[in-house]
């Protein structure tokens, strides 16, 4: 019998500024987090993997539960792709749109919060700002999948987003005392570096 977890929550983990500032933030609020990183095969996670594990190491607490990390290969789905074949990566002159990647939220959402089920955690959280300007970050669309997800599964599961009526500079804001130096955004890593020249690094 899977045994509810209310006082865990599962935490889907890229190493970026915002999942990583949301990591320190549950912590601070004295919540037991189970961090998890879904691989879909891009280019730019063997280096993202390596910085998120400093980051945990850094911010290690007793709350905080051993990465667990998941596979969801897309190199089938999105065969030819820049984010699987590192080329024409878009630029720092691109529009945010530009680095859109066609159902990453819900693949992400699907394979984490099955996860969280079956382990009788009830509760996902994820950083999307209110900026994020995608369809797969609105409101409806969360409602919406959390709804579907409750009726798939035999257990109700919470998609929480604390960050969701915060801008970046407010986040930032919340992440001052967080090593962020020990965050990892770029989609076009050189030798395990920020490239400095692509859309996230911009």
């Excluded at 949301?22 to 961090?35: N, S």
């Excluded at 915060?166 to 020990?182: F, I, S, W």
Aim: one cysteine or more.
């Amino acid at each position: 019998m899977i045994h509810p977890q209310e006082e865990c929550v599962g935490l889907l983990l890229s190493g970026g500024l915002d999942s990583s500032i949301l990591l320190t933030h549950l912590l601070a609020q004295r919540q037991r987090v189970q961090p998890l990183y879904i691989r879909l095969q891009l280019v730019w996670e063997d280096a993202e993997l390596r910085v998120l594990r400093k980051f945990l190491q850094a911010v290690a607490s007793p709350l905080l539960q051993e990465l667990v990390i998941l596979q969801l290969p897309v190199d089938d789905l999105y065969d030819g792709h820049w984010s699987i074949t590192g080329r024409e990566t878009p630029g720092a002159e691109t529009a945010d749109d530009a680095v859109y990647l066609p159902g990453r939220n819900p693949l992400l959402l699907i394979k984490a919060a099955l996860w969280c089920q079956m382990r009788g955690i009830r509760r996902l959280a994820l950083a999307p700002l209110g900026s994020n300007p995608f369809a797969d970050a609105t409101d409806a669309f969360f409602n919406e999948f959390q709804s579907a997800l409750s009726r798939a599964a035999s257990a109700e599961i919470r998609i929480e987003r604390p960050f969701a009526n915060l801008d970046k500079r407010q986040v930032m804001a919340l992440g001052k005392d967080c090593p962020l130096e020990l965050t990892f955004s770029c989609i076009a890593p050189v030798d395990g570096l920020h490239c400095g020249v692509c859309n996230k690094c911009a």
